[in-house]
């Protein structure tokens, strides 16, 4: 047996994990991630290399969400050797140093690593005030950013608030929150994971991927991997057959609330929202929000905080919106309906503000493997 | 004299700097400065009240129902929308588990190694650790074997060089002072609570869709159907699910967190000397007991004075205000004045050193925060755990008493040891254990209703805004694990005029007032013994056992003078 192997070994016996318990779980990423049956023993080789990946989770305008999905890992001892297998240099939720000396910890990996680390950004990163939005060791969010992503191999933006600016972005955006497509310009190898908080089965699906095969997943326009976005919540949701034959919750609490009919009518965003929240679910597969009677809210596009606003109302009327129609068609028309919900209830203003004053994340063309 | 800057304080949620002023090993002065600023309350702005928890929710992550929780009551309160019995008792269970799993999470993830020096564990004997955890606790995972690869899997961490997230930390400071074996012993707690919390969270999935932010609280009530004949609601399966989970989280907190507590405790008397604090307690009281509008509550709101606990005094809302003296905003009448939420203004106005920085402008007359200072009949008061178990021992509330006698008894201390920095971390383990034992009791109380046919979740009646008042104005308070939050919020025509957020790391790290009287956090550091300013471990232990969650802290109200700042995507 290797060192490699009798190292892995060790570790998953510390923790209890059968090594048959192991391989399912590198079977599971392997079919998260869409691969063919023999990644798996790819991504176990990959796991159980003996020099960790080193990575630094930067906090900036965030609420830490992101960090407690993190903390959620749900496939609980093979999570936990995830977490081993990378070198979690920076983090400030978790790290045991504090001040100078955390300080100290990322500017070494900076400086003896560069281009040898993952970045990971949660939160958005104000441009306003010179930066006095946020500061971290007096250092300006926006100088950290550039400094730490501009020299990684690869950043992932998790959450919507770095994926996409989110909450502090929302309109009227008083601190001038950008995500990090836009505040480190021409950053290397970004990926958004967004999300409010984003799963954290997806980071984990992305981070084996990356271990696997040095690349990343296909993405999509908004440099999503299409493993976790590239299908909407509507197409795979548990209560579309109730869609479908017309059977809607209408209150609250009412009959068809209580026997799980179709939330559209209550505002579900569904329909516009690309994420796997209905195949993978929360907390271990436990629910998920439509699971428990609560419309979508979209939280995993781009403006959401503007666009999917007011949560409780529905999107508009389709016209042959049933049965057999195309999710692109339904996605395509149900997105203009959105504007036409806030005219029809009075609350052109935030549409219009959100119009006027945030402009779209560039898109960048898709590299698909980097 | 020493000016020691700790920036960024780790192991908290948020962005938190603290200056401090050394003389003779002895903090002599200190400066608390929250360094983030979102702006959501500008954002709230014309936006549909009923949409608003979901925004504020988002001030934070971690305790992640707090701020829904608070903004639910605040608009229900403007537009007298009345919860039904079920929709009260889901979210005593939510509320009480966030506490119960933040505070488990705070001591171990957050708090312990300020107190427990890893590398310390390696030299540990397993067999003396099996003893010594059998002595405090029959929980079964003891055996000298079990404590063996603990030991042996940290030292394989360790031997592989790359330390992570334990590297460069003030490991072998002489303020350590466990044993190796209770060193150890508290690494392989760390390491089961990390397991331990990420499934009893799964409490919040089962009644809020996924954790962190729930997705089922509603203005009015909860979007979770309750219906023992469907699968597509809360039923007795559902029931005996959260009898599980609850009955595992009071295991663990009772075998598991309170005896480290006391271990760890025992170790550390001499901090029940220091952390003193400003020695007012502010509680507005949590759980409901019944729907009336002035509801019993489990664990009673109130005022205590100077350490004073032969008198609590009720809480009253008027006397609620916040300054702005030695923030980075401006009143328009002028930034010594103390304004009342509802009348709440504020406009941001930057004016420390511009980043990069070494040192905050702390002159008297200078602003070095983003936090306000919100203070009650115009003094500052400490919120979070050790003010609502000082209030509820102080009101006889039975079993805070029965439980605060009890540590009080154990470590041989009397109840002025309650106000410090040790008084602090004991406080949040009692109240996580009546939290935990109080739970079932809502199972309990879900499943009775569910028995009786009493279904309801929501007051649809006020649910259109067609059926509220104009103008209307509400307030929300709650007792969040840090302590005492509120929202008011103003709503016209239906939509959100203001809205403001009084939260408890306002209240205990918010900056000098007017009078330059120091916050809570301040005021407690004053006599902290430092012994290496380059590694000043003792700060972090008094500032850690307030539990700081900068995000929430962080807010603003009125834009109507706010600076706007236009970013166009390049």
């Not at chain 2, 009890?406 to 009397?414: E, K, P």
Request: proline share 7%; charged share 20%; hydrophobic share 40%.
């Amino acid at each position: 047996m290797s060192a490699q192997r009798d190292w892995l070994a060790t570790e998953l016996a510390h923790r209890g994990v059968r090594r048959r318990d192991f391989l399912g779980f590198c079977a599971t990423m392997a079919a998260a991630l869409a691969l063919p049956d023999t990644a798996a023993a790819q991504i176990a080789k990959a796991v159980g290399r003996t020099e960790k990946p080193i990575l630094l989770w930067l906090e900036f305008q965030d609420c830490a969400g992101n960090t407690e999905s993190f903390l959620r890992a749900s496939r609980p001892t093979a999570a936990e050797i995830v977490l081993d297998v990378l070198s979690v240099d920076y983090h400030e939720t978790i790290m045991a140093a504090a001040g100078e000396q955390s300080r100290e910890n990322r500017e070494r990996v900076v400086k003896e690593h560069p281009g040898g680390y993952l970045a990971v950004v949660e939160g958005s990163i104000p441009a306003g005030a010179n930066g006095a939005y946020c500061t971290i060791g007096g250092e300006s969010a926006l100088a950290i950013a550039q400094h730490v992503c501009g020299n990684a191999a690869a950043t992932i933006a998790i959450g919507t608030c770095a994926a996409f600016g989110g909450l502090p972005a929302a309109a009227p955006n008083p601190t001038g929150a950008l995500s990090v497509a836009d505040a480190v310009p021409g950053v290397k190898n970004l990926i958004n994971l967004p999300a409010c908080p984003a799963n954290v089965e997806n980071l984990t699906a992305l981070i084996v991927h990356y271990l696997t095969f040095k690349s990343w997943p296909p993405l999509d326009a908004y440099r999503r991997p299409l493993f976790a976005y590239g299908k909407s919540i509507h197409d795979n949701c548990e209560r579309r057959a109730h869609f479908d034959a017309g059977q809607y919750v209408e209150l609250w609490g009412d009959a068809g609330h209580r026997a799980g009919y179709c939330l559209y009518k209550m505002g579900c965003k569904g329909p516009v929202t690309f994420q796997n929240c209905p195949n993978v679910r929360w907390n271990g597969g436990t629910n998920w929000p439509i699971g428990c009677g609560h419309p979508c809210i979209g939280c995993a596009e781009a403006g959401f905080w503007d666009r999917m606003t007011p949560f409780y109302q529905h999107l508009a009327g389709i016209p042959g919106f049933g049965a057999g129609s195309s999710v692109d068609t339904i996605g395509g028309l149900a997105v203009l309906g959105v504007g036409a919900a806030f005219a029809g209830h009075g609350l052109i203003q935030i549409a219009k503000r959100s119009r006027d004053e945030i402009e779209p994340v560039p898109v960048k063309p898709p590299k698909g493997v980097v | 004299m020493a000016r020691v800057v700790v920036d960024p304080v780790t192991r908290i949620e948020g962005h938190l700097r603290i200056e401090a002023e050394v003389d003779g090993g002895i903090v002599r002065d200190a400066w608390s400065s929250s360094t983030m600023f979102r702006g959501i309350e500008m954002i709230l702005k014309g936006r549909d009240p009923r949409d608003a928890w979901v925004f504020t929710q988002r001030i934070c992550g971690v305790c992640t129902t707090v701020h829904a929780i608070a903004s639910i009551r605040a608009v229900e309160n403007a537009i007298g929308a009345a919860p039904p019995p079920n929709a009260r008792i889901l979210r005593n269970l939510i509320i009480g588990a966030q506490a119960v799993q933040d505070h488990v999470v705070q001591f171990y993830h957050l708090h312990a190694l300020d107190w427990v020096d890893i590398v310390s564990a390696l030299s540990a004997d397993p067999v003396k650790t099996s003893s010594l955890a059998q002595s405090i606790s029959d929980w079964p995972l003891s055996s000298a074997k079990y404590f063996a690869g603990i030991r042996d899997r940290v030292k394989g961490f360790v031997d592989r060089g790359q330390l992570g997230p334990f590297a460069n930390a003030y490991w072998g400071h002489p303020a350590y002072r466990l044993p190796p074996e209770a060193n150890l012993l508290a690494v392989a707690h760390y390491l089961e609570a990390l397991d331990w919390q990420r499934e009893f969270i799964k409490l919040h999935a089962v009644l809020g869709g996924k954790n962190p932010h729930l997705q089922s609280f509603l203005v009015g009530g909860m979007a979770t159907p309750v219906d023992p004949t469907s699968q597509a609601a809360l039923n007795a399966g559902t029931i005996a699910q959260l009898k599980q989970l609850v009955a595992k989280a009071r295991d663990f907190v009772v075998r598991v967190y309170i005896p480290d507590l006391l271990a760890i405790a025992s170790f550390y008397k001499d901090w029940a000397g220091h952390g003193r604090g400003v020695g007012n307690y502010l509680v507005y009281g949590e759980y409901p007991d019944d729907d009336s509008a002035k509801p019993a509550l489990f664990l009673p709101g109130g005022v205590i004075r100077a350490r004073d606990l032969s008198k609590v005094e009720p809480f009253d809302p008027s006397k609620v205000t916040e300054y702005v003296a030695h923030s980075w905003y401006q009143y328009r009448q002028g930034d010594h004045a103390a304004l009342h939420p509802f009348k709440g203004e504020t406009q941001p106005n930057y004016s420390g050193p511009k980043p990069p920085y070494d040192r905050l402008d702390t002159e008297p007359e200078s602003k070095y925060s983003w936090l306000k200072s919100p203070r009650y009949d115009d003094q500052p008061m400490e919120v979070g755990p050790l003010s609502r178990m000082l209030v509820a021992y102080a009101s006889g509330h039975p079993r805070v008493k029965a439980l605060v006698g009890a540590v009080l008894q154990t470590l041989n201390v009397g109840p002025e040891a309650l106000f410090s920095t040790l008084g602090r971390v004991a406080a949040r383990g009692i109240e996580t254990q009546v939290l935990a034992e109080k739970l079932e009791d809502w199972v309990d109380a879900l499943a009775a209703n569910m028995a009786s046919g009493e279904l309801r979740i929501h007051d649809n009646s006020k649910w259109d805004p067609n059926t509220w008042p104009v103008d209307a104005m509400g307030a929300g308070f709650h007792e969040a694990p840090r302590g005492a939050l509120g929202h008011w919020v103003s709503i016209h025509n239906g939509t959100i005029q203001n809205y403001q957020c009084i939260v408890p790391s306002t209240w205990n790290a918010g900056p000098r007032d007017a009078k330059n009287r120091r916050g809570p956090y301040e005021e407690a550091l004053l006599g902290t013994p430092v012994a290496d300013t380059k590694r000043p471990i003792e700060i972090l232990r008094t500032v850690h056992s307030f539990d700081p969650c900068m995000a929430c802290g962080v807010h603003v109200v009125d834009a109507k003078r706010h600076e706007i700042v236009r970013v166009r995507a390049v």
